[in-house]
Structure formats: structure tokens, C-alpha cells
């Protein structure tokens, strides 16, 4: 097996995962992309950083887009040539738009275009089960492979992802604070069991929200209410939480997105975006977003 010659360039969306009531299930892709380039080389392993997390990131081994086309090679039966990576990263780190899945998902489909013939021996399903086994969950590397609204999860042994409609009239603003949160934080503060009325609630919200975004998206608001994990959340972003209520009870279809402190809101493409960046808090940012359609793109 051989190495492609020259550099090959790879972007990756962002994501958002949850939206709502579908805890560690669904998840979209939007309109901002890392971009990631290599080229293998006789050595060593070099490492450039623009963008976000720039100042933050390893420049070694450790780093997580390294890490995951080491994964990569190794499930192709191929040993990781040294190679000259460069990221430009657009997706803030530590925000809860799926960074970390950006990294995964670019670094595992980078180190199989580095391959020639590289589909033949890391199909994409292939692809999604690496990445969900590096992420832990599958919610954020599915739309960040697959691109669109996509509904994923675990049966048996297996990962699952499935993708679903978005009706074309459907965009979102995402409100980003400056400050991050990391995912682990989050996770600590849910309780280890929900009540069976709140689960079933939930249920309910989460397969009402598959056939909003599909075509129906006036019950965006009732589907996008959330019983098990986002209010458990308050204490690490009460911001975060209090923006949602205050958009909510505008009857904007808000929600943390993943696990935070971003938020995200749902709305009409083009007028429903304009008035809604004006709702940003003070040090935060607005980004109107489209869902991208497309994942992870090589070339």
C-alpha cells in the first residue's frame, strides 16, 4: 500500500448534539468547518495551528487530530507515516459545537485519503464506528461524518446513525459565550437516574422534533423542551440556561447546544435570523448558521 503524493486537505462541520430532549442521540452539522491539510513526509511529525484553540493545543502526538489518524493507519494494517499537519480551525473549542468530533472525524478521514485506495480498507461506516469508539458517543461524529440532521446511538455491540429530513425553511443563530466549559463538567452534574414521567416526556419531545425539522417546524418549541439534562446544568452555566428560558419564553425554539454553554435557536432562514443576534449578551457572539447538508469533505 501506498501514500498519495502531495498534500491532501480535508474540512469538517461543526456540530451540535441534544437539541433539546435528544440527549446523546441527535445531533446536526452546521455551516462552520475546520479545515485540516497533510502531506506525509521522511520526518518528524510537524504541527501548525491557526484559529481557534491555536495558543491551547498540543503540538505533538497528543494532539487529537494526530491521535485519530494514528487510529485510522492502524485499523488499515498500515503503520503512521510521519506527516506535516496544518489546522485551521474555525469551530471554538470547548463550546459544545463539537470540536472535539471535528478533530476525530477530519483526522480519521485525512489519514485514509493519505492512502491510496484508502476507502477500499476504512469505508465511511467503518469510519463512523472508529470515531464514535474514540468520541465515547456517537451524537456529535455522525452529522460531522454523514452532514444533515441524524439520529444515532448504540444497539448491542453496535453504533447506529441514521440520517433524517430538515425542512429547507429551518436555519439557526447560535449564541457563543467567550468562555469554554468542558464536556466533563457538564456530565458530572446529571443525576444518575430521571423519573419515569420525565423520560417518557422526553420521548415524547424527541420523536416530535424528528418530524418538526423534517417538515413541520411550527411544533419546534414544544419539541425542542427538554426534562433530563439541560436544567441539572444551571449551576456550571446559569447564563447559558437563563438566555434559553428568555428566548423560550419568546417562543424561540432554544436549547444548550450539546453540553454546552453555546446556545442554539431555531428559526426561518434570513428574516428570523437578523432580529435574533440582536439578543446576544454582552460578550457573546451571534452566528446565523445554515444546517450543511454535507459532512466531512475531502479536496
Not at 500500500?1 to 441527535?26: E, H, I
Not at 440520517?163 to 447560535?174: A, C, I, L, W
Not at 468562555?179 to 422526553?202: E, G
Request: glycine share 10%; charged share 20%.
Amino acid at each position: 500500500m501506498t501514500f498519495v503524493d502531495g498534500p491532501v486537505r480535508v474540512t469538517v462541520p461543526a456540530t451540535s448534539a441534544n437539541l433539546g430532549p435528544g440527549f446523546d442521540c441527535l445531533g446536526v452539522a452546521l455551516s462552520l468547518r475546520d479545515e485540516l491539510t497533510a502531506v506525509v513526509v521522511d520526518g518528524p511529525l510537524s504541527i501548525t495551528v491557526s484559529g481557534e484553540g491555536a495558543d491551547e493545543v498540543p503540538l505533538d502526538e497528543s494532539h487529537l487530530v494526530v491521535r485519530a489518524m494514528h487510529a485510522a493507519f492502524d485499523a488499515m494494517g498500515l503503520p503512521a507515516p510521519a506527516v506535516d499537519l496544518r489546522c485551521r480551525n474555525a469551530i471554538p473549542h470547548g463550546r459544545g459545537l463539537g470540536s472535539s468530533s471535528a478533530a476525530i472525524v477530519g483526522g480519521l478521514v485525512l489519514a485514509r485519503a493519505l492512502v491510496a485506495g484508502g476507502t477500499l480498507l476504512l469505508d465511511d461506516d467503518a469510519v463512523f464506528r472508529l470515531a464514535a469508539d474514540l468520541e465515547g458517543h456517537p451524537d456529535n461524529v455522525a452529522p460531522a461524518l454523514y452532514g444533515g440532521f441524524v439520529i444515532s446511538g448504540r444497539e448491542a455491540d453496535r453504533w447506529f446513525a441514521v440520517r433524517s429530513g430538515v425542512d429547507p425553511r429551518v436555519s439557526v443563530v447560535v449564541f457563543v459565550p467567550a468562555t469554554p466549559l468542558a464536556t466533563s463538567v457538564a456530565r458530572r452534574l446529571l443525576p444518575a437516574s430521571v423519573s419515569h414521567d420525565d423520560a417518557a416526556a422526553n420521548a415524547g419531545r424527541t420523536a416530535l422534533l424528528v418530524a418538526a425539522l423534517a417538515g413541520q417546524p411550527e411544533h419546534l418549541l414544544a419539541a425542542t423542551r427538554d426534562f433530563v439534562h439541560q436544567h441539572y446544568r444551571e449551576p456550571a452555566m446559569p447564563q447559558t440556561l437563563g438566555l434559553v428560558k428568555a428566548l423560550r419564553d419568546d417562543e424561540v425554539p432554544a436549547v444548550v447546544s450539546g453540553a454546552g454553554p453555546t446556545v442554539l435557536a431555531f428559526c426561518e432562514a434570513g428574516p428570523g435570523e437578523t432580529g435574533l443576534c440582536d439578543r446576544a449578551p454582552e460578550g457573546w457572539s451571534a452566528w446565523p448558521l445554515a444546517i450543511e447538508r454535507d459532512g466531512v469533505l475531502v479536496g
